[in-house]
């Protein structure tokens, strides 16, 4: 099998196992309301011979007993390529922003409720994998019945040596909680 047929068959062992690991983050968390969206789910091609790495976010907006609301955004990764041949420093910087945002209807504009910004480069470089999770949280805010809720991030990404300079990619929030 040549390497462009066996990378192809890993990245889609990849998906499959990243995917599930994406619903089991979801269905351990009963009351929170998650994005499935695919485009939550990114292969990163790193330049020269570090391996590349697929990274999938779980975006929720979670409702506690408590009448709170939070939004959660969880990071899992791993390296398509079992060999690493390069084990350099992958990210210059690996930031994720997590909002939790409200509105007074369906068709409303977001209102940001709650921000936080998480700086993940250290773990990224320190691990090829991470299978549990890193979550970045906002504070929580009071819930209020009468708006419609919803969790949505930002990831801003800087590979080191490729020369592009930052990334941005906007995640798929949430459907509403009401």
Known sequence: ??????????????????SGVIMTSQSARAAATCS?????LRVIDLPGLKPDTQIGADVCADPSA??????????NWGILDDQVQDAGKRFTSFKVISR???????????????STTCDFTNKFNQ?????????????????????????????VYDIEGDGKGAITWQLTGTPLVS
């Open 1 to 18: 099998m040549n390497r462009a047929v066996m990378r192809l068959s890993t990245f889609a062992a990849a998906a499959v196992a990243f």
């Open 36 to 40: 499935t969206a695919s485009s939550n």
């Open 66 to 75: 408590d009448k709170n609301v939070k939004a959660d955004v969880t990071l």
């Open 100 to 114: 939790l945002e409200n509105r007074p209807s369906p068709s409303g504009v977001d209102r940001v409720v709650a």
């Open 127 to 155: 691990s090829y994998a991470n299978a549990t999770g890193l979550t970045c949280s906002t504070p929580t805010a009071a819930y209020n019945a009468d708006l419609h809720w919803s969790g949505d991030a930002t990831v």
